[in-house]
């Protein structure tokens, strides 16, 4: 149910948005020129906030596995470290301290593990 309401809510400020745009343009061309320009702003304003999901903060979170999630994420940045560890092994220069392949990958080994023991541990609220 929170999810149709969060698509409902997206749907909703993208299409205000866009009926504040067209408002704007197509109201008389004589009415005053700064509060045109208002009125396209607040429409753009609209469009970007729905298009970065920026009235999601609004609901409360869906997630469950917030272990899992934030090992998931740590998992990400290690694949980004080993991609530069490798990067900087082909092209002849020294990676920093922590950063060489073998190391990262021991790194991404553990937190393998630790993803397997947070797996499908729930949050409760």
Do not use: C, Y
């Not at 969060?6 to 009415?31: H, S």
Request: no cysteine.
């Amino acid at each position: 149910m929170l999810r149709f309401f969060r698509t409902f809510l997206t749907i909703l400020v993208t299409t205000l948005g866009v009926v504040v745009v067209v408002a704007a343009v197509l109201t008389d061309p004589d009415a005053d020129f700064s509060q045109r320009l208002t009125m396209v702003l607040l429409g753009v304003v609209l469009l970007e906030a729905a298009a970065w999901k920026r009235n999601n903060p609004l609901l409360p979170n869906e997630r469950r596995f917030h272990d899992l999630r934030a090992e998931v994420d740590l998992f990400v940045l290690m694949v980004r470290r080993l991609h530069f560890a490798v990067l900087n092994d082909r092209a002849g220069r020294p990676n920093p301290k922590g950063q060489a392949r073998d190391d990262v990958v021991a790194e991404m080994h553990a937190a393998v593990e630790r993803m397997a023991s947070v797996a499908a541990l729930e949050v409760k609220d």
